[in-house]
């Protein structure tokens, strides 16, 4: 199956910080990547849908202004989470859909804590 | 829907035994369906997939059937081996956008 990777894997950072995690799929292109958050022992919640070349479409109750989308190419994403709080702190996932099969492949997620 | 909980409902097998683990969905205009499997701290891994036109597929040790009529979606395991061990999500693919509706999950625990 397709490869989609995430850096960083997981970030300590101090409240107020800003912190950027890239979304990247490794062997096919991506015009749409989506980024999720998962707390523990929860299912994962949609965010946000990236789009490459125009702006990101959010979810209810997902601050826009806090949650910054980049979709600078084709094979990479960007969510940073601005003026990062301890509520913040969570799993946070990418997927990429391979456009073939329209199957969505994951990230590894990145674990934010923040504190 | 939002799919909230504190605890995830659990299934406990003994090794070599088959699993069944089921998923309600809620959004009868859903064409594709997928199955994933989520060990601890990493992202969800494909496992098998399924349309709407259809209501078995088959893969390598698991068969997924959908039942359009109530709307539910399971997913089989046969001989579960310890590395099955983790939460399995169902999830439903809809809407023009095709974004991903995922299900409570379910923890599969694989007893020796």
């Known amino acids: 199956g397709a490869v989609v990777s995430q850096h960083p894997s997981w970030v300590i950072c101090k409240s107020g910080t800003s912190v950027k995690i890239e979304c990247r799929s490794l062997?096919?292109?991506?015009?749409?990547m989506f980024w999720y958050r998962q707390f523990p022992k929860q299912s994962l919640m949609l965010m946000a849908t990236?789009?490459?070349?125009?702006?990101?479409?959010?979810e209810q109750g997902v601050e826009k202004d806090k949650f910054l989308i980049n979709h600078a190419s084709l094979t990479l994403s960007t969510l940073t989470v601005t003026s990062a709080h301890p509520e913040d702190s969570s799993f946070y996932i990418c997927?990429?859909?391979?456009?073939?099969?329209?199957?969505?492949?994951f990230g590894p997620g990145t674990r934010l804590l923040v504190l | 829907g939002e799919n909230v909980g504190l605890h995830l409902p659990t299934l406990s097998v003994q090794e070599g035994d088959n699993s069944i683990i089921n998923c309600a969905y809620s959004?009868?205009?859903?064409?594709?369906f997928i199955w994933y499997k989520q060990e601890s701290g990493k992202g969800p891994q494909f496992i098998i997939d399924?349309?709407?036109?259809?209501d078995k597929r088959q893969g390598q040790r698991v068969t997924v059937l959908l039942n359009k009529t109530v709307k539910h979606l399971s997913l089989q395991i046969a001989a579960t081996q310890p590395g099955d061990s983790a939460v399995y999500f169902c999830?439903?693919?809809?809407?023009?956008?095709?974004?991903?509706?995922f299900g409570s999950g379910t923890q599969l625990t694989v007893l020796p």
């Open positions: 959004n009868s205009a859903s064409d594709y």
């Open positions: 399924i349309r709407s036109n259809m």
């Open positions: 997927s990429a859909p391979d456009i073939r099969s329209e199957t969505q492949y």
């Open positions: 990236s789009n490459e070349g125009s702006k990101a479409t959010y």
């Open positions: 999830a439903e693919l809809s809407g023009s956008a095709r974004q991903l509706t």
């Open positions: 062997d096919f292109q991506a015009t749409t």
